[in-house]
């Protein structure tokens, strides 16, 4: 467990229920995420700060530990193999690498049609990233999105390989904290999602802190 020292933090923020986030966390840096009301999903994806075409990759993650959830001690690798963060502390025990993010396409086949024009973290993830200019100048787009992590959220998979998404084990105040091995741009959604349980149907505020 890294000593938290308040005089350390060198950004802090509450993220609404719901919200996009997306902030540079560099190299050395510890980079928190604390589920402030408990069983908030937090979709996220990772990029090297100096070249987005290099991100988060969930398979090269989950060969290279062997499993398919996240906890203290795994490595987020990238789409290149290199380490791109460390989990070095959760008190919440797991978080999931394969149930992906909601979108409206997602949310129409596994719901109903009227849910199409719910609000999504795909949503979110594209309104960050539009609003963007990170990418050398340039607008990232919907092609720069791949698999994302999903912190907090219980996805248990079936010896036959079937997933659901059930009800979280996470709690209020519990947290997943990553120290960075390069200088990362991290893009959040603070899941919107109404249909299932990942949110306990109440999506609510998380907090992200950032410490040298």
């Not at 919200?19 to 589920?35: L, N, S, T």
């Not at 996805?155 to 904290?177: C, K, N, Q, T």
């Amino acid at each position: 467990m890294t000593k938290f020292d308040e005089n350390r933090i060198v950004y802090r923020e509450v993220v609404k229920a719901g919200d996009p986030w997306m902030h540079e966390v560099k190299a050395g840096q510890y980079f928190r995420i604390v589920d402030l009301e408990g069983n908030q999903a937090v979709d996220t994806l990772f990029y090297n700060a100096a070249d987005q075409a290099e991100r988060y990759s969930a398979t090269d993650t989950i060969r290279e530990q062997g499993k398919i959830y996240l906890t203290t001690g795994s490595e987020l690798m990238s789409n290149r193999g290199n380490k791109m963060l460390t989990i070095v502390d959760d008190t919440c025990g797991r978080h999931d690498t394969i149930g992906g993010a909601c979108s409206a396409e997602s949310n129409t086949v596994r719901y109903a049609i009227e849910k199409r024009h719910m609000h999504s973290c795909r949503d979110s993830f594209l309104m960050a990233l539009g609003s963007c200019s990170c990418n050398h100048g340039k607008t990232m787009k919907k092609e720069d999105l791949s698999s994302n992590i999903n912190f907090f959220m219980n996805v248990p998979v079936s010896p036959d390989g079937h997933l659901d998404f059930d009800d979280g084990i996470s709690a209020p105040g519990r947290y997943v904290e990553m120290k960075a091995d390069m200088d990362v741009l991290v893009l959040v959604s603070n899941c919107p999602q109404l249909n299932n349980p990942c949110n306990g149907y109440n999506p609510t505020p998380v907090e992200m802190i950032i410490w040298e």
